[in-house]
Protein backbone atom coordinates (compact mmCIF):
# COMPACT_ATOMS: atom_id res chain seq x y z
CA UNK A 1 0.00 0.00 0.00
CA UNK A 2 0.77 3.31 -0.70
CA UNK A 3 0.41 6.43 2.28
CA UNK A 4 0.74 9.95 1.13
CA UNK A 5 1.16 12.49 3.79
CA UNK A 6 1.09 16.05 3.43
CA UNK A 7 2.36 18.81 4.78
CA UNK A 8 2.78 22.68 5.11
CA UNK A 9 -1.01 23.62 5.48
CA UNK A 10 -1.94 26.65 8.19
CA UNK A 11 -2.66 30.20 8.76
CA UNK A 12 -1.76 32.07 6.13
CA UNK A 13 -2.86 35.93 5.42
CA UNK A 14 -4.83 36.51 2.21
CA UNK A 15 -2.36 38.14 -0.40
CA UNK A 16 0.96 35.61 1.07
CA UNK A 17 1.58 32.32 -0.37
CA UNK A 18 1.47 28.80 0.73
CA UNK A 19 3.51 25.95 -0.26
CA UNK A 20 2.25 22.09 0.58
CA UNK A 21 4.08 19.26 0.04
CA UNK A 22 3.42 15.78 -0.46
CA UNK A 23 5.32 12.78 0.44
CA UNK A 24 4.04 9.24 -0.47
CA UNK A 25 5.90 6.14 1.66
CA UNK A 26 4.89 2.74 2.67
CA UNK A 27 5.21 0.08 -0.85
CA UNK A 28 5.79 2.28 -3.71
CA UNK A 29 6.85 1.45 -6.99
CA UNK A 30 5.44 3.51 -9.34
CA UNK A 31 3.68 6.91 -9.09
CA UNK A 32 1.45 8.25 -11.85
CA UNK A 33 -0.70 11.38 -11.97
CA UNK A 34 -0.08 12.86 -8.58
CA UNK A 35 -2.76 16.01 -8.03
CA UNK A 36 -4.03 18.63 -5.17
CA UNK A 37 -7.85 18.72 -4.25
CA UNK A 38 -9.18 21.02 -1.75
CA UNK A 39 -12.69 20.98 0.18
CA UNK A 40 -14.06 24.29 2.05
CA UNK A 41 -16.71 23.89 4.32
CA UNK A 42 -19.97 22.92 3.11
CA UNK A 43 -19.05 22.92 -0.36
CA UNK A 44 -17.39 19.44 -2.35
CA UNK A 45 -14.09 18.54 -2.86
CA UNK A 46 -12.58 20.36 -6.01
CA UNK A 47 -9.40 19.61 -8.10
CA UNK A 48 -7.24 22.20 -7.73
CA UNK A 49 -4.01 20.97 -9.99
CA UNK A 50 -2.18 17.91 -11.51
CA UNK A 51 1.28 16.83 -12.49
CA UNK A 52 1.37 13.65 -15.08
CA UNK A 53 4.61 11.56 -14.56
CA UNK A 54 6.15 14.07 -17.46
CA UNK A 55 5.51 16.73 -15.76
CA UNK A 56 2.56 18.16 -17.80
CA UNK A 57 0.94 20.65 -15.40
CA UNK A 58 -2.68 22.01 -15.02
CA UNK A 59 -4.18 24.00 -12.65
CA UNK A 60 -7.88 24.38 -12.03
CA UNK A 61 -9.82 27.93 -13.29
CA UNK A 62 -10.26 29.26 -9.51
CA UNK A 63 -6.40 29.12 -9.07
CA UNK A 64 -4.98 29.59 -12.57
CA UNK A 65 -2.67 31.98 -12.69
CA UNK A 66 -1.80 31.59 -9.11
CA UNK A 67 -0.24 27.86 -8.94
CA UNK A 68 2.31 26.23 -9.17
CA UNK A 69 2.56 22.26 -8.88
CA UNK A 70 5.44 19.98 -9.58
CA UNK A 71 7.05 16.76 -8.22
CA UNK A 72 9.81 15.26 -7.33
CA UNK A 73 10.66 12.04 -8.33
CA UNK A 74 13.71 10.61 -6.33
CA UNK A 75 11.55 11.84 -3.46
CA UNK A 76 8.12 10.80 -4.49
CA UNK A 77 7.12 13.85 -3.89
CA UNK A 78 4.54 16.71 -5.05
CA UNK A 79 4.54 19.99 -4.65
CA UNK A 80 1.91 22.86 -4.42
CA UNK A 81 2.09 26.39 -4.33
CA UNK A 82 -0.60 29.21 -4.47
CA UNK A 83 0.29 32.74 -4.41
CA UNK A 84 -1.78 35.86 -4.10
CA UNK A 85 -4.11 34.04 -1.89
CA UNK A 86 -7.53 34.88 -1.25
CA UNK A 87 -9.97 33.98 1.87
CA UNK A 88 -11.81 31.62 -0.68
CA UNK A 89 -8.82 29.33 -0.86
CA UNK A 90 -9.10 28.09 2.58
CA UNK A 91 -10.30 24.61 3.41
CA UNK A 92 -8.37 21.41 3.72
CA UNK A 93 -6.05 20.27 0.84
CA UNK A 94 -5.70 16.60 0.45
CA UNK A 95 -3.37 14.98 -1.88
CA UNK A 96 -3.73 12.37 -4.34
CA UNK A 97 -2.03 9.82 -6.15
CA UNK A 98 -2.53 7.44 -8.86
CA UNK A 99 -0.08 4.62 -7.90
CA UNK A 100 1.06 0.92 -7.81
CA UNK A 101 2.99 -0.72 -4.61
CA UNK A 102 4.19 -3.75 -7.02
CA UNK A 103 5.18 -3.87 -10.56
CA UNK A 104 2.04 -6.36 -10.48
CA UNK A 105 -0.83 -3.80 -9.17
CA UNK A 106 -3.00 -2.27 -11.13
CA UNK A 107 -2.82 1.45 -10.70
CA UNK A 108 -4.79 2.74 -7.74
CA UNK A 109 -5.81 5.80 -5.89
CA UNK A 110 -4.41 7.10 -2.67
CA UNK A 111 -5.42 9.89 -1.15
CA UNK A 112 -3.89 11.67 2.20
CA UNK A 113 -5.16 12.64 5.25
CA UNK A 114 -5.74 16.34 4.69
CA UNK A 115 -4.02 19.44 5.57
CA UNK A 116 -6.23 22.81 6.67
CA UNK A 117 -5.00 25.81 4.92
CA UNK A 118 -6.90 29.27 6.28
CA UNK A 119 -6.69 32.54 4.49
CA UNK A 120 -6.99 35.26 6.91
CA UNK A 121 -7.94 38.45 5.97
Known amino acids: QVQLVESGGGLVQAGGSLRLSCTAS????????MGWYRQAPGKQRELVAT???????DCADSVKGRCTISRDNAKDTVYLQIDSLKREDTGIYYC???????????????WGQGTQVTVSP
Open 26 to 33: GRVFRLNT
Open 51 to 57: ITTGRTT
Open 96 to 110: NAEGQSSVWDISRSY
